[in-house]
């Protein structure tokens, strides 16, 4: 399983990844500086959490345009797997990667806490190692984590399926007005994202942080299992 | 040659931090106030010396990079 | 504009911040009268932020050596060995007056100084903590200051992908005026990997790195930079604005230039940017140096050579480096898109000089400079003391008593302000804010854990700097021991008001006095701080009062295995023990403000034997699996310490033990020191172990249900506490 | 009535946003620009008729609660 992290001038959440990877799946991946011109041979491409380009502009918006972006938007074209996380997430839906938006949490400030996550679906390779409907922990730390797209695409994203993560209550309730359960204010409570060909997936909060007891769940290690049953099979 | 952009949320857009200032602005009883919607400027400083020609870069600029499509609106305007 | 209107003479050395005598001394080291660029580097070297002269001759006395010492004060930052090969590097620094000022950005800007000052020394940043006061919260300013501060840390932190990890927060109306933000920063290094700042070898390039530099926080020599610079409108702002997002390149690009054997010297830019880098790494060399400014990446046109050596501008760094190895660090900066130039060199004549358009605009002898900078012992007045406790009359039972102790600014629940701090990045945060004493962060790829905090209590203080001043060590010293993790080493930030008030320099010498007794009974060297003097807030009268005494202690604990840290929070079915001598001290305690509207009494007294003797057997009692969870009691007593534990882990407890021999208020809310609740299902085993120690110790309950139910049978919800603990930050901060 | 406050950055005060843009705009190939400041909109709905008071008041506001005065400057315009 080749996995490559791209690293972006403000990107500051990559080792985490990489641990996560490592600790969960026992593969290393490889760091990807943004001014490579071409990506090597991959499986999957990971852009992870940080403040790329210090999040000023718009929150992932100046990484979007960088020029590493069209060898990963050309990865997407030819069947690649490609996750985004918090700043990640942000970066796709900025390249048009996936639809929507990531607008300032309702409250007007960045939250760093944990928060329950459903899973909506569990055929894809990001949510396979869950059942559908399972509720899982998971750290967020996000000043711009609220999604946002217009009712039409809201209803296509729905209808088609597409959305794999909900913000939740420990119990699984959804209740997308209630900003103990969804923190930021997200639409629908939606809290992460899969395109239509269901290979890139984008999500706000952080299950890498969450793969060690001694940090205090293990929760977010299914993730990277259902990403090494696919992408080994 | 200045070029201004202005940046604005598309209408149906929710502007929290809009609200946010309404309410503040209430309670500083300014009362008149109805509404409140926040954006964005960028004064771009342009070698360009045609304001036609200025004025449709700094629009593919916008397109490009400096609003997003997907939740935003934006004006050009020649300063000077 | 000329700079010829400015005469240098002994009246610009005074609004320049030299007195009389200082003026005078600029003038014999020089033999002849300065130029006005001269007369800035002087008048901030000679600075109280950068002199320590009212502060030098009594930080002396603080123990700094210890085995596990390897750099203490002198260096940008302390430097501790915490095992297999690495170092962990850590400070502390205020920002009290920019962020009074500008809010988000003077709090922002202080997390950068702190955290360059850590990677300066070779260091990764893995954890930042913040020490803040404010004013009253009635205050009209205080909702202003708080959001601004919290965000600004907030902004910077988590910008630069170092996890916030812990701090501390009072209110009061001396702040009103002057909030106190002390930042603290922690690295990790390899301990042969330490880089410092004396300058060496003659001829080697002075590298100039990072942002640009501009006109921002030209102060200390304020209003006279405005006039010799008309058409910038006088108005400019001195505030410097943060860019966490160059920070952050410049850490990776630092770290990555570290790795090499390019660096020869390496220094950030501070207070007093340029000139204090330069003059401190030449001056430690014992080398001289010469600076041409035209090479210097300026951001803002026609800068004099004053404005450059005097800018603030955030984000820079200097370094000496090996000849044959600058293009290899300009690759490395260029890479990470940062400014590069090599803007001087190091000379035999033991001066700075400094050029500029072919002109020699300074040049000092940087011995005198240094050996002559100005050393005050001023005046001491003891403190009054405080009145006596007085009669005690309550109407108000201990379970109201204790939510509305729960509810009040110093023992509110912080909550809102971490949510703001990310904790998790890095992915080695063991324990985050408000799940154990100490924050918690594994050493990556190690099983090393560093316990984190910082205390002090600023109103026992104001009644007592001693005591104060040493239960600030001691609490520090506890909420460490409390992980189950061994106490190392301490940095401070001594916050006080105007010393050329006897009152306030006789607060500073007991402080630093009781700093220096609790340090040396536990074994605690200081090994980094910082001193902000003139903290002071304009009253109703007009009358500058001084802010509360404040020597915010920073420290660093380690453990071999993280794995056996505990935190602060209830399970179900466990037993609960006191370990320490409960005898009720009620003077300057939160109970007696809140409930009685009093501060008044003796604060609690420290007995460092005891906290030494109390704290060891807990520690050995975690490490043997005895101890399960544990809580220090300060702030708000035993009870407040019960609570603050079952909020945390949403279970209650029993407490069936009648207190003994005092009035039920003394006992559970006195704020007697070196006293810790514990949490064990071995409780025969412990009681036993501290018996045969001589421990004091005592069985007080049990922990279970979603209540806290009092030994008279008594009930308060877990619901109610949080709801009381949530609603102080709640109403503070409504929009 | 509409009125709209842009406020910007004071002269000299650092704009690290402004310069971020710069840097990436150039890396987009637009060339011709050379310098970028980034400042915020806020657009006003006041039930104000008159011009002059709508725009007196909106300079309340902003000196009260909505510029930053200790680093930005602020402009006030009446749009409609
Ligand atoms: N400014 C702050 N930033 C981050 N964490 C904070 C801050 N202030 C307090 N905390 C956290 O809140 C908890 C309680 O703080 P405090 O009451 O000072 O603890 P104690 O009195 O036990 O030392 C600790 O975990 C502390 O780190
Ligand atoms: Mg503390």
Known sequence: ????????????????????????????????????????????????????????????????????????????????????????????????LLPGAL???????????????????????????????????????????????????????????????????????????????????????IAGIVDQTGRICGMMPHPEDMVDPLMGSEDGKPLFQGIMETLTR | MKVRLIIMLKQGVLDPQGKAINHALHNLSFQEVQDVRVGRVIDLEVTETSPEKAKARATEMAQQLLANGVIEDFQVEVLA | MSKAQLIVNEELGKEFGLS??????????????????????????????????????????????????????????GVVDIGQGLAAIFKMESHNHPSFIEPYQGAATGVGGILRDVFTMGARPVANLNALRFGSPDHPATRHIVDGVVRGIGGYGNCVGVPTVGGEVNFHASYNGNPLVNAMNVGVARQDRIFLSAAAGIGNPVIYVGSKTGRDGIHGATMASAEFDKDAAS??????????????????????????????????????????????????????????????????????????????????????LRPDRTDLAKEIFEKWELDFAIIGHLTDTGHIVIKHHGQTEADIPLEPLADEAPLYHRPTAPSPKPEPLGA???????????????????????????????????????????????????????????????????????????????????????????????????????????????????????????????CNALDFPVVSGNVSLYNETRDANGENVSVLPTPAIGALGVIDDVSKTIGNVFKADYDLVVIGATKGELGQTLWLREILGKETGNPPQVDLQAERRNGDFVREQIANGVIEACHDVSDGGLLVAAAEMAMAGNVGCTLDVPEVGMRPEAYWFGEDQARYLVMTSQKDALLQAAKAQDIPVRFIGCTGGDSLVMPSGAVTTIARMKAASKSFFEKLMKV
């Not at chain 1, 345009?65 to 942000?90: D, L, T, W």
């Not at chain 1, 984590?145 to 809201?154: M, Q, S, T, V, W």
């Not at chain 3, 390496?266 to 207070?271: H, R, S, T």
């Open chain 1, 1 to 96: 399983m080749k996995i490559g992290i791209v690293v972006f001038p403000g990107t500051n959440r990559e080792r985490d990844m990489v641990i996560a990877f490592e600790r969960v799946t026992g593969f290393t991946p490889q760091i990807i500086w943004h001014r490579e011109t071409a990506l090597p041979q991959l499986d999957m491409v990971v852009l992870p959490g940080g403040f790329s380009y210090g999040d000023y502009l718009r929150c992932g918006a100046m990484a979007a345009h960088s020029p590493i972006m069209r060898e990963i938007q050309a990865f997407a074209q030819k069947g690649g797997y490609i996750m985004g996380v918090c700043n990640g997430f942000q970066i796709l839906t900025e390249a048009n």
């Open chain 1, 103 to 189: 607008l300032p949490n309702a409250s007007l400030r960045f939250l760093s806490r944990d928060c329950h996550l459903r899973i909506e679906r569990n055929d894809t390779a990001f949510t396979q190692g869950w059942k559908q409907g399972d509720i899982f922990r998971t750290a967020t730390a996000h000043g711009d984590g609220n999604y946002f797209c217009d009712a039409e695409g809201l209803k296509r994203l729905e209808g088609e399926g597409q959305v794999v993560f909900r913000y939740a209550s420990p119990n699984g309730e959804i209740d997308p007005s209630n900003s103990d359960f969804n923190p930021n204010g997200s639409i629908n409570a």
């Open chain 3, 20 to 77: 009389s005598d200082e003026y005078a001394k600029v003038l014999t080291i020089m033999g002849r009268t300065p130029s006005l660029t001269e007369l800035g580097i002087f008048s901030v070297m000679w600075s109280e932020h950068c002199s320590y002269k009212s502060s030098r001759a009594w930080l002396r006395n603080l123990p700094t050596k210890a085995p596990w010492v390897i750099h203490g004060p002198g260096e940008n930052a």
């Open chain 3, 235 to 320: 108005k400019r702002p001195t505030v410097q604005v943060g860019d966490p997002f160059v920070e952050k390149l410049l850490i990776e690009a630092c770290l990555e230039l570290m790795a090499t054997d390019a660096i020869v010297a390496i220094q950030d830019m501070g207070a007093a940017g340029l000139t204090s880098s330069a003059v401190e790494m030449a001056g430690k060399g014992g080398v001289g140096i010469e600076l041409n400014l035209d090479h210097v990446p300026q951001r803002e046109e026609h800068m004099t050579a004053y404005e450059m050596m005097l800018s603030e501008s955030q984000e820079r760094m200097l370094m000496v």
């Open chain 3, 392 to 518: 005690i009359d309550v109407d108000v039972s201990i379970e109201q008593s204790l939510i509305k102790l729960l509810g009040c600014a110093d023992l509110a629940s912080r909550s809102w302000i971490w949510d703001q701090y990310d904790s998790t990045i890095g992915g080695q945060t063991v324990y985050r804010p408000g799940q154990a004493d100490a924050a918690i962060i594994r050493v990556d790829g190690t099983n090393i854990g560093l316990a984190l905090t910082t205390d002090c209590t600023p109103r026992y203080c104001a009644a007592d700097a001693y005591q104060g001043g040493a239960q600030a060590v001691a609490e520090a010293w506890r909420n460490i021991t409390a992980t189950g993790a061994k106490p190392l080493a301490v940095t401070d930030n001594l916050n006080f008001g105007n010393p050329e008030k006897p009152e306030v320099m006789g607060q500073i010498v007991a402080a630093i006095e009781g700093m220096k007794d609790a």
